[in-house]
Protein backbone atom coordinates (compact mmCIF):
# COMPACT_ATOMS: atom_id res chain seq x y z
CA UNK A 1 0.00 0.00 0.00
CA UNK A 2 1.35 3.13 -0.93
CA UNK A 3 1.47 6.26 1.33
CA UNK A 4 -0.91 9.08 0.27
CA UNK A 5 2.52 11.02 -0.43
CA UNK A 6 5.50 10.55 -1.70
CA UNK A 7 7.24 13.66 -0.80
CA UNK A 8 5.62 14.84 2.95
CA UNK A 9 5.94 16.72 5.87
CA UNK A 10 5.22 16.57 9.62
CA UNK A 11 2.96 19.79 9.90
CA UNK A 12 4.58 22.67 11.94
CA UNK A 13 6.67 25.53 10.42
CA UNK A 14 8.87 28.23 11.08
CA UNK A 15 7.01 31.10 12.84
CA UNK A 16 6.90 34.39 10.57
CA UNK A 17 8.34 36.80 12.58
CA UNK A 18 5.06 39.28 12.33
CA UNK A 19 3.31 35.91 13.66
CA UNK A 20 5.97 35.59 16.77
CA UNK A 21 5.38 39.43 17.61
CA UNK A 22 1.99 38.95 17.85
CA UNK A 23 1.76 36.06 19.73
CA UNK A 24 4.52 37.71 21.63
CA UNK A 25 2.48 37.93 24.70
CA UNK A 26 1.08 34.31 25.34
CA UNK A 27 4.82 33.25 24.73
CA UNK A 28 5.24 31.93 28.52
CA UNK A 29 4.97 27.76 29.12
CA UNK A 30 2.48 28.63 31.51
CA UNK A 31 0.10 29.80 28.89
CA UNK A 32 0.40 27.25 26.27
CA UNK A 33 -3.45 25.45 27.41
CA UNK A 34 -4.92 29.24 27.53
CA UNK A 35 -7.68 29.78 25.65
CA UNK A 36 -7.88 33.72 26.00
CA UNK A 37 -6.23 34.75 22.62
CA UNK A 38 -6.64 38.32 21.89
CA UNK A 39 -8.50 39.17 18.08
CA UNK A 40 -5.10 40.76 16.82
CA UNK A 41 -3.53 37.52 18.01
CA UNK A 42 -6.27 35.68 15.79
CA UNK A 43 -6.47 38.00 12.79
CA UNK A 44 -2.22 37.95 13.11
CA UNK A 45 -2.13 33.76 12.52
CA UNK A 46 -5.31 34.31 9.82
CA UNK A 47 -2.69 35.99 7.71
CA UNK A 48 0.09 33.87 8.51
CA UNK A 49 -1.83 30.66 7.41
CA UNK A 50 -3.09 32.61 4.44
CA UNK A 51 0.75 33.70 2.92
CA UNK A 52 1.95 29.52 4.20
CA UNK A 53 -0.61 27.99 2.44
CA UNK A 54 0.15 29.93 -0.74
CA UNK A 55 3.98 29.84 -0.63
CA UNK A 56 3.23 25.72 -0.13
CA UNK A 57 1.00 26.02 -3.67
CA UNK A 58 3.87 28.37 -5.54
CA UNK A 59 6.82 25.56 -4.42
CA UNK A 60 4.76 22.32 -5.21
CA UNK A 61 4.55 21.29 -1.42
CA UNK A 62 2.08 18.87 -0.71
CA UNK A 63 0.97 17.96 1.64
CA UNK A 64 -0.80 21.34 2.67
CA UNK A 65 -0.87 22.38 6.32
CA UNK A 66 -0.97 25.31 8.17
CA UNK A 67 2.06 24.95 9.49
CA UNK A 68 0.07 24.84 13.43
CA UNK A 69 0.13 28.92 12.86
CA UNK A 70 -2.79 28.90 15.50
CA UNK A 71 -1.10 26.50 18.40
CA UNK A 72 1.82 27.82 20.66
CA UNK A 73 2.63 24.26 20.73
CA UNK A 74 1.49 21.12 18.49
CA UNK A 75 -0.77 19.64 20.89
CA UNK A 76 -2.15 22.76 22.24
CA UNK A 77 -6.32 23.35 21.81
CA UNK A 78 -7.19 19.72 22.03
CA UNK A 79 -7.37 18.74 25.71
CA UNK A 80 -8.43 21.72 27.03
CA UNK A 81 -11.15 22.19 24.97
CA UNK A 82 -12.88 18.93 26.05
CA UNK A 83 -15.84 18.75 28.62
CA UNK A 84 -14.04 17.65 31.62
CA UNK A 85 -10.39 18.87 31.29
CA UNK A 86 -8.58 21.83 33.26
CA UNK A 87 -5.56 23.02 32.14
CA UNK A 88 -3.35 23.42 34.84
CA UNK A 89 -0.42 26.30 34.38
CA UNK A 90 2.25 25.68 37.08
CA UNK A 91 2.49 21.74 38.03
CA UNK A 92 5.56 21.60 40.26
CA UNK A 93 8.78 19.59 38.57
CA UNK A 94 9.40 17.05 39.38
CA UNK A 95 6.26 16.25 41.85
CA UNK A 96 3.73 16.30 39.98
CA UNK A 97 5.19 13.80 37.32
CA UNK A 98 6.67 10.69 36.64
CA UNK A 99 9.84 9.94 38.38
CA UNK A 100 12.27 10.73 36.02
CA UNK A 101 10.36 11.77 32.88
CA UNK A 102 12.36 13.01 30.32
CA UNK A 103 10.98 15.95 29.51
CA UNK A 104 10.85 17.43 32.72
CA UNK A 105 13.63 16.05 33.92
CA UNK A 106 15.51 17.79 30.97
CA UNK A 107 13.10 21.10 31.76
CA UNK A 108 14.59 21.00 34.81
CA UNK A 109 18.19 20.93 33.73
CA UNK A 110 16.74 24.05 31.77
CA UNK A 111 16.15 25.88 35.03
CA UNK A 112 12.31 24.80 34.99
CA UNK A 113 10.37 24.32 38.10
CA UNK A 114 6.76 24.08 36.98
CA UNK A 115 4.95 22.63 33.82
CA UNK A 116 1.16 23.30 32.74
CA UNK A 117 -0.81 20.32 32.16
CA UNK A 118 -4.64 19.41 31.39
CA UNK A 119 -5.59 17.12 34.14
CA UNK A 120 -9.61 15.46 34.06
CA UNK A 121 -12.02 16.91 36.53
CA UNK A 122 -14.87 15.73 35.41
CA UNK A 123 -16.80 13.32 32.89
CA UNK A 124 -14.84 13.50 29.45
CA UNK A 125 -17.19 14.70 26.77
CA UNK A 126 -17.15 15.95 23.41
CA UNK A 127 -19.38 18.88 23.42
CA UNK A 128 -17.77 20.77 20.82
CA UNK A 129 -14.79 19.70 17.99
CA UNK A 130 -11.78 21.36 19.65
CA UNK A 131 -9.73 21.69 15.95
CA UNK A 132 -12.70 22.30 13.91
CA UNK A 133 -12.09 26.16 13.81
CA UNK A 134 -8.53 25.49 12.75
CA UNK A 135 -9.04 23.52 9.86
CA UNK A 136 -11.69 25.71 8.60
CA UNK A 137 -8.95 28.03 8.33
CA UNK A 138 -7.14 25.94 6.40
CA UNK A 139 -9.49 24.74 4.15
CA UNK A 140 -11.11 28.11 3.20
CA UNK A 141 -7.81 28.84 1.73
CA UNK A 142 -7.80 26.05 -0.78
CA UNK A 143 -10.01 25.56 -3.75
CA UNK A 144 -12.34 22.11 -2.84
CA UNK A 145 -10.39 20.00 -4.94
CA UNK A 146 -7.15 20.69 -3.24
CA UNK A 147 -8.57 19.91 0.40
CA UNK A 148 -7.76 16.36 0.24
CA UNK A 149 -3.97 17.27 -0.68
CA UNK A 150 -4.31 18.86 3.10
CA UNK A 151 -3.06 17.34 6.23
CA UNK A 152 -4.28 18.18 9.72
CA UNK A 153 -2.30 17.32 12.91
CA UNK A 154 -3.89 16.30 16.32
CA UNK A 155 -1.90 15.44 19.31
CA UNK A 156 -1.91 11.87 20.81
CA UNK A 157 -4.67 10.44 23.55
CA UNK A 158 -1.90 9.35 25.50
CA UNK A 159 -0.12 13.04 26.05
CA UNK A 160 -1.26 13.87 29.34
CA UNK A 161 -1.32 10.83 30.64
CA UNK A 162 2.10 9.76 30.11
CA UNK A 163 3.50 12.66 31.76
CA UNK A 164 1.52 13.12 34.87
CA UNK A 165 2.28 11.08 38.08
CA UNK A 166 0.52 7.88 38.24
CA UNK A 167 -2.73 7.70 39.61
CA UNK A 168 -2.85 12.27 39.10
CA UNK A 169 -4.47 12.14 35.80
CA UNK A 170 -8.03 12.50 36.56
CA UNK A 171 -9.19 13.57 40.22
CA UNK A 172 -11.66 11.90 42.71
CA UNK A 173 -13.99 14.28 41.62
CA UNK A 174 -14.20 13.36 38.29
CA UNK A 175 -15.61 10.05 39.03
CA UNK A 176 -13.21 8.02 37.70
CA UNK A 177 -11.79 4.60 38.96
CA UNK A 178 -9.55 3.26 36.69
CA UNK A 179 -7.27 3.92 33.60
CA UNK A 180 -9.56 1.99 31.12
CA UNK A 181 -12.29 4.04 31.94
CA UNK A 182 -10.43 7.55 31.20
CA UNK A 183 -8.93 6.29 27.77
CA UNK A 184 -12.28 4.57 27.22
CA UNK A 185 -14.29 8.17 27.40
CA UNK A 186 -11.00 9.87 25.45
CA UNK A 187 -10.68 7.84 23.00
CA UNK A 188 -14.79 8.49 22.09
CA UNK A 189 -14.05 11.86 21.96
CA UNK A 190 -11.31 11.59 19.59
CA UNK A 191 -13.28 9.43 17.25
CA UNK A 192 -16.33 12.04 17.31
CA UNK A 193 -13.36 14.76 16.05
CA UNK A 194 -12.33 12.71 13.31
CA UNK A 195 -15.72 11.82 12.36
CA UNK A 196 -16.24 16.38 12.69
CA UNK A 197 -13.39 17.01 10.85
CA UNK A 198 -14.12 13.98 8.11
CA UNK A 199 -17.71 15.85 7.22
CA UNK A 200 -15.91 19.42 7.30
CA UNK A 201 -13.72 18.01 4.49
CA UNK A 202 -10.92 16.88 5.65
CA UNK A 203 -9.04 13.68 4.80
CA UNK A 204 -5.88 13.32 5.89
CA UNK A 205 -4.57 13.29 9.47
CA UNK A 206 -1.86 12.58 11.43
CA UNK A 207 -1.49 11.82 15.09
CA UNK A 208 1.76 12.91 16.65
CA UNK A 209 2.44 10.54 19.70
CA UNK A 210 6.35 11.12 20.24
CA UNK A 211 6.08 9.57 23.79
CA UNK A 212 5.91 6.21 21.94
CA UNK A 213 9.67 6.31 21.64
CA UNK A 214 9.85 6.90 25.31
CA UNK A 215 9.34 3.46 25.85
CA UNK A 216 12.81 2.72 23.75
CA UNK A 217 14.60 5.08 26.69
CA UNK A 218 16.27 3.55 29.21
CA UNK A 219 15.33 6.49 31.35
CA UNK A 220 11.53 6.33 31.25
CA UNK A 221 11.55 2.57 32.04
CA UNK A 222 13.64 2.41 34.80
CA UNK A 223 11.60 5.67 36.34
CA UNK A 224 8.24 3.47 35.87
CA UNK A 225 9.65 0.68 37.73
CA UNK A 226 10.74 3.46 41.01
CA UNK A 227 6.95 4.00 40.39
CA UNK A 228 5.96 0.35 40.32
CA UNK A 229 4.20 0.71 36.78
CA UNK A 230 4.39 -2.11 34.49
CA UNK A 231 5.30 -0.70 31.11
CA UNK A 232 4.42 -3.63 29.32
CA UNK A 233 0.78 -2.93 30.51
CA UNK A 234 1.03 1.02 30.07
CA UNK A 235 1.89 1.10 26.13
CA UNK A 236 -0.73 -1.79 25.76
CA UNK A 237 -2.92 0.25 27.12
CA UNK A 238 -1.85 3.34 24.88
CA UNK A 239 -1.68 0.87 21.85
CA UNK A 240 -5.28 -0.08 22.29
CA UNK A 241 -6.75 3.33 23.10
CA UNK A 242 -5.50 4.35 19.79
CA UNK A 243 -7.18 1.35 18.32
CA UNK A 244 -10.06 2.78 19.82
CA UNK A 245 -10.21 5.90 18.54
CA UNK A 246 -9.44 4.37 15.12
CA UNK A 247 -12.29 1.75 15.00
CA UNK A 248 -14.83 3.58 13.34
CA UNK A 249 -13.73 6.08 11.16
CA UNK A 250 -14.78 7.27 8.09
CA UNK A 251 -13.55 4.38 5.29
CA UNK A 252 -11.86 7.93 3.31
CA UNK A 253 -10.38 9.23 6.07
CA UNK A 254 -6.58 8.22 5.94
CA UNK A 255 -4.95 8.32 9.42
CA UNK A 256 -1.19 7.92 10.20
CA UNK A 257 0.60 8.28 13.46
CA UNK A 258 4.27 10.30 13.72
CA UNK A 259 6.83 9.26 16.63
CA UNK A 260 10.21 11.56 17.16
CA UNK A 261 12.38 11.75 20.18
CA UNK A 262 11.65 15.55 20.95
CA UNK A 263 11.82 18.52 18.83
CA UNK A 264 12.24 21.54 21.72
CA UNK A 265 14.09 25.29 21.00
CA UNK A 266 17.91 24.97 19.67
CA UNK A 267 17.64 21.46 18.27
CA UNK A 268 17.06 19.88 21.48
CA UNK A 269 15.25 15.95 21.66
CA UNK A 270 14.74 14.01 25.31
CA UNK A 271 15.33 10.46 24.05
CA UNK A 272 17.37 8.58 22.21
CA UNK A 273 16.84 5.00 21.30
CA UNK A 274 16.14 2.43 18.26
CA UNK A 275 12.45 2.04 17.55
CA UNK A 276 13.51 -1.95 18.06
CA UNK A 277 11.91 -2.03 21.37
CA UNK A 278 8.62 -1.10 20.19
CA UNK A 279 8.80 -1.75 16.66
CA UNK A 280 6.81 -4.91 16.19
CA UNK A 281 4.16 -3.82 18.39
CA UNK A 282 3.80 -0.39 16.85
CA UNK A 283 3.37 -2.04 13.18
CA UNK A 284 1.66 -4.81 13.66
CA UNK A 285 -0.79 -3.70 16.83
CA UNK A 286 -1.95 -0.54 15.64
CA UNK A 287 -4.29 0.13 12.96
CA UNK A 288 -2.88 2.82 11.83
CA UNK A 289 -1.77 3.08 7.92
CA UNK A 290 1.12 4.86 7.91
CA UNK A 291 4.10 5.56 9.93
CA UNK A 292 5.87 8.72 10.01
CA UNK A 293 9.24 7.89 11.47
CA UNK A 294 12.51 9.81 12.13
CA UNK A 295 16.04 8.19 10.62
CA UNK A 296 18.11 11.16 10.26
CA UNK A 297 20.82 10.29 13.09
CA UNK A 298 21.75 6.61 13.44
CA UNK A 299 22.48 7.65 17.19
CA UNK A 300 19.34 9.09 18.04
CA UNK A 301 16.92 6.91 16.47
CA UNK A 302 18.91 3.93 15.51
CA UNK A 303 19.43 2.15 11.93
CA UNK A 304 16.67 0.47 9.52
CA UNK A 305 16.37 -2.97 11.00
CA UNK A 306 13.19 -2.33 13.00
CA UNK A 307 11.47 -1.95 9.55
CA UNK A 308 11.81 -5.78 9.05
CA UNK A 309 8.67 -5.98 11.26
CA UNK A 310 6.43 -3.73 8.78
CA UNK A 311 3.83 -6.18 7.78
CA UNK A 312 2.54 -5.99 4.31
CA UNK A 313 -0.43 -3.46 3.28
CA UNK A 314 0.72 -0.70 5.63
CA UNK A 315 3.47 1.96 5.19
CA UNK A 316 6.31 4.25 6.60
CA UNK A 317 7.62 7.94 5.45
CA UNK A 318 11.00 7.71 6.12
CA UNK A 319 12.26 10.77 8.04
CA UNK A 320 15.76 11.42 6.23
CA UNK A 321 15.76 14.97 5.92
CA UNK A 322 16.69 17.14 9.55
CA UNK A 323 14.64 19.75 10.51
CA UNK A 324 17.67 20.46 13.47
CA UNK A 325 19.74 21.19 11.51
CA UNK A 326 19.77 23.94 8.10
CA UNK A 327 22.82 22.19 6.19
CA UNK A 328 20.64 20.62 2.94
CA UNK A 329 21.35 16.81 2.34
CA UNK A 330 23.34 15.19 -0.09
CA UNK A 331 20.76 14.14 -2.69
CA UNK A 332 22.72 10.90 -3.40
CA UNK A 333 23.20 9.99 0.59
CA UNK A 334 19.28 10.29 0.82
CA UNK A 335 18.65 8.03 -2.30
CA UNK A 336 20.82 5.59 -0.68
CA UNK A 337 19.23 5.71 2.55
CA UNK A 338 15.95 5.48 0.88
CA UNK A 339 17.31 1.53 -1.05
CA UNK A 340 18.63 0.51 2.71
CA UNK A 341 15.53 0.74 4.06
CA UNK A 342 13.85 -0.77 1.01
CA UNK A 343 15.80 -3.28 1.05
CA UNK A 344 15.05 -4.25 4.60
CA UNK A 345 11.22 -4.66 4.07
CA UNK A 346 12.07 -6.96 0.59
CA UNK A 347 14.45 -8.95 2.32
CA UNK A 348 11.85 -9.32 5.40
CA UNK A 349 8.62 -9.32 3.40
CA UNK A 350 9.93 -11.56 0.12
CA UNK A 351 9.57 -8.86 -2.38
CA UNK A 352 11.70 -7.23 -4.79
CA UNK A 353 13.05 -3.75 -3.41
CA UNK A 354 11.08 -1.92 -6.16
CA UNK A 355 8.18 -3.51 -4.49
CA UNK A 356 9.27 -2.45 -1.12
CA UNK A 357 10.08 0.99 -1.90
CA UNK A 358 5.98 1.35 -3.28
CA UNK A 359 5.83 1.87 0.86
CA UNK A 360 7.94 4.26 1.42
CA UNK A 361 7.55 8.10 1.24
CA UNK A 362 10.55 10.72 2.52
CA UNK A 363 9.86 13.55 4.82
CA UNK A 364 11.52 15.77 7.08
CA UNK A 365 12.25 13.57 10.32
CA UNK A 366 10.41 16.23 12.48
CA UNK A 367 8.28 19.35 12.37
CA UNK A 368 10.23 23.05 11.95
CA UNK A 369 8.79 24.15 14.80
CA UNK A 370 6.95 22.21 17.33
CA UNK A 371 6.58 25.57 18.90
CA UNK A 372 6.07 28.68 18.26
CA UNK A 373 10.17 29.35 19.41
CA UNK A 374 11.40 25.63 18.43
CA UNK A 375 12.93 25.86 15.22
CA UNK A 376 16.19 24.01 15.00
CA UNK A 377 19.31 25.72 15.48
CA UNK A 378 20.36 28.19 12.74
CA UNK A 379 17.60 26.99 10.72
CA UNK A 380 15.98 30.34 8.66
CA UNK A 381 12.67 30.50 6.55
CA UNK A 382 15.14 29.92 3.39
CA UNK A 383 16.87 26.80 4.60
CA UNK A 384 13.05 25.24 5.20
CA UNK A 385 12.03 25.74 2.09
CA UNK A 386 15.04 24.29 0.65
CA UNK A 387 15.08 20.98 2.51
CA UNK A 388 11.29 20.81 1.83
CA UNK A 389 11.97 20.95 -1.53
CA UNK A 390 15.08 18.42 -1.37
CA UNK A 391 12.33 16.32 -0.19
CA UNK A 392 9.88 16.99 -3.16
CA UNK A 393 12.86 17.14 -5.94
CA UNK A 394 14.17 13.14 -4.35
CA UNK A 395 10.92 11.70 -4.18
CA UNK A 396 9.97 12.70 -7.35
CA UNK A 397 13.45 11.13 -8.58
CA UNK A 398 12.57 7.74 -6.48
CA UNK A 399 8.78 7.54 -7.67
CA UNK A 400 8.04 9.19 -10.12
Not at 25 to 49: F, H, N, R, W
Amino acid sequence: MAPPFRADHIGSLLRPQQLLEARSGLSSPAQMYSLDVPQPVKAAETQAIREVVKEQLQRGIRPITDGEYARHIYYGGFFEKLSGFEAKPDLPIPDAFRTDFPTTTGLARMGAKTRAAVICTGKIEYKESPYLAEWLALRDNLPQHLWREAKFTIPAPNYQHIQLKPGTAWTQESGYTSEQEYFNDLAKCYAAELQTLYDAGLRNIQVDDPHLTYFCSSQFLEGCKKDGTDTDELLDLYTRTHNQLLANKPAGLHVGMHLCRGNMSGSTHWVSGSYEKIAYKLFNETDYQTYYLEFDDVERAGGFEPLRFLPKGKNVVLGLVSTKTPGLEDQDTIREKISAAAAVIANSQGISQDEAKDCLALSPQCGFSSSSLAGGKGMTMESMWEKLQLVRDIASEVWG
